[in-house]
Structure formats: C-alpha cells, structure tokens
C-alpha cells in the first residue's frame, strides 16, 4: 500500500514537545508515513504577521490526515491563533465531528476514588462547525460605558443532523448503545429545540438506541457523581469543550485526553490531537504528558484503517499507565515517549 501523507502542526508550547514523541510512536508501529511539517502558530505570526496562508490551507487539503500539538500563547491575542487556525482548520475542512473518549485506563487514579474502568467508558461527540464558534455576533462602542457585546450560536438543521446522525451510528456500534443529547433547552429554547427534535426524529430509525436527555448543568454534576450513566454523548460546539475537558479531569488528567476532528464524508482530511492546550505554564520544561497526542496518533491510524496498528498503539499506551502508578520516580516528556514507543517497537 502506498504511504500514508501526514500534516504535522507541532504549533506551540508544549505543542511541539508532545508531538515529537507521537511521531516517535508513530514511526515505530512500522507503518510507511510521509510526514510534513508546517511552522504555524505564534513564531509565524510574529515573524511574518500570518496566520494560515490560503496557499498553506490549500495544501493541507490534500494530505491523508493531519497531526496538531496545540496552538495558543500568551504572546499572541487571545482569539488569533485559535480563531484563525485551529477553528479555521476545524470549519474549513469541514471536521463536524469532535471526537472526544472519556475513558478510564486500567490503573489511572481518577479523582472520583471508587470508579472504576467500567465506569467510566463514553464518547463525546461534539459539534465541531457550528453554535457559539462560528463566530457570529458583534460588539457596539466598544471600550464605552455603553458597550454591546453579542455572540450568537449558529445550529443549522443540516449541521445539527448530520452529527446527530454520527451520533447514533457510533452508539449503534457500542455494547451499550446509549445516546444521551446534552444541551440547555430549558433556557435556549431556539438551538435546544432544534437539538432536541432532531435527535427525537432520527432517533425513530434507531429503535435499538436508547436515548436521553441532560441538561448542561445536571450532566456536569453526573459526570463526577455517576459517570456510569454515559455512552455516547452528543452536544454542541461550546459545552463539548467544557464538558470534555471536565471528562479528562475525571479520566485521569488532560495529559491522557485525545481527540480527533473528522471529516465522516471525507472530503477533506481529519485532524488529531489531544484535547489540551499549550500550556505556557510548563511549556519548555520537559514536564507535558504526551500520551494524548499517542492516543491521537491511534485515533488517526485507527481513522485510516489501520485498525491492527491503533490497537498496538493503545494497548502500548494501557500498558504504561499500569506501570506508571507503580513507578516511584515520574517521567520526562521524553521518557514516556521513549517508554511507550519501546512498547510499540515490541
Ligand atoms: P491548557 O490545556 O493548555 O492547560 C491547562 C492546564 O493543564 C495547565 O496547568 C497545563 O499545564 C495543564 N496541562 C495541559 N496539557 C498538559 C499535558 N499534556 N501534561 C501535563 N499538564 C498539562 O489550557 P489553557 O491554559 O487554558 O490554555 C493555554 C493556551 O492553549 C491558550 O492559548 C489556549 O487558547 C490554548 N488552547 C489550545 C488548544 C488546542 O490547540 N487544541 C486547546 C486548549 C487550549
Ligand atoms: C479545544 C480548545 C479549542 C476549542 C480552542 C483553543 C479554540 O479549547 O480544542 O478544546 O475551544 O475548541
Ligand atoms: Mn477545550
């Protein structure tokens, strides 16, 4: 089979640290990978002002899948790099699935104490194109006492079905088959509605599908209480962001919470990487968890059908967090990658 073409965004902070050693796991698992790298992110923009040249878009469409550490600094405006790139990606190759597991591995210390593996087992399905991202809304006198600042969410009935749709496929193929809807439609009526009636229709072709229904609020308050409850989860853009980082915390760390932007129709490459940011605070420090961006790399090979390679790679990645608790001495950035690739290599 020919190679795999891959677009690396190391991006920034600890970006770039954690995505090395994907690429070392990568690497070992033997399959054949062609990988280029873009330098985007804050050096970029500081150097030449750009953020993702059209000509840079351009080609990334053409590649099998892509690879991103994390973009963000505190150098750079809140909202440049993350609008401009990372969500210009996400909107532009058209990844509406944001696909988040929350699982616990065997092993990991979860801060809910009694869980256990079993409970912990779900997948967030967040939209990834549309609600409060898309970037409607605007602001009047701005830096005036009479400042109006608004920011809309966006549902289509189109965007909303077509995720809703994953949704159900994903919970079909799940021992469970569970789907819980998340939302707040006792407050936004408009997008809650929609939301709402859209998984109740789809939901008629999926009789062997047991859905339900969470308020933002109460499913937050679930997740550290009952994570039992959850399957597959399906929400918007916005509460999938919070919620996923809440459901790393109960998994046992954003250090260990990967993620995968799909593109399902694939009319465009999808896009892996850990659900976490670039940590300023121990960026350079050799301190950042890179099992995420590992996990990603099993997402994306898992995304490219090399099912026989992802399971390698997670069961290298299961393997090292059972060794971790009994480890005395913690682990470098390096070491991990160097330990979890030694696995991999076999
Ligand atoms: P963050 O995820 O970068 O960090 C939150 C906390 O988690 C920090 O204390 C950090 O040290 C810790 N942490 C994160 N990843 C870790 C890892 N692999 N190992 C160990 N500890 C880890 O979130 P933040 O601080 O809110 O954001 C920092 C920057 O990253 C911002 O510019 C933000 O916009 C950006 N960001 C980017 C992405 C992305 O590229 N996908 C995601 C989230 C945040
Ligand atoms: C994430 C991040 C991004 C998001 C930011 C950096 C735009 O928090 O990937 O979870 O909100 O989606
Ligand atoms: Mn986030």
Redesign the pocket.
Known sequence: SRNVRLAVIP?????TE?VTEGLKVLEAVGTKVETTTYDLGAGRYHRTGEVLPDVVLDELRGYDAIL???????S?P?GI??REL?LKLRFELDHYVNLRPVKLFPGVATPLGGSRPEDIDMVVIREGTEGLYAGAGGVLRRGTPYEIATQESLNTAYGVERVVRYAFEKALGRPRRKLSLIHKTNVLTYAGDLWARTVDRVSLEYPDVTTDYYHIDAASMFFVTQPERFDVIVTDNLFGDIIT?LGAAVAG???LAA?GNINPDRTAPSMF??????????AGQG???????ILSVAMLLDHLGLTEEAARVEKAVAEDLVERQAARASRT?REIGDDITARVAG
């Open positions: 991006g920034d902070g600890i970006g954690v991103l550490g994390a973009v963000g600094d505190p750079v809140p790099l993350e990372l980082d760390g954003i250090g993620s990487e850990p659900v976490h940011g670039s940590a300023p605070d121990i301190k950042a968890d890179p099992t995420a961006t950035t």
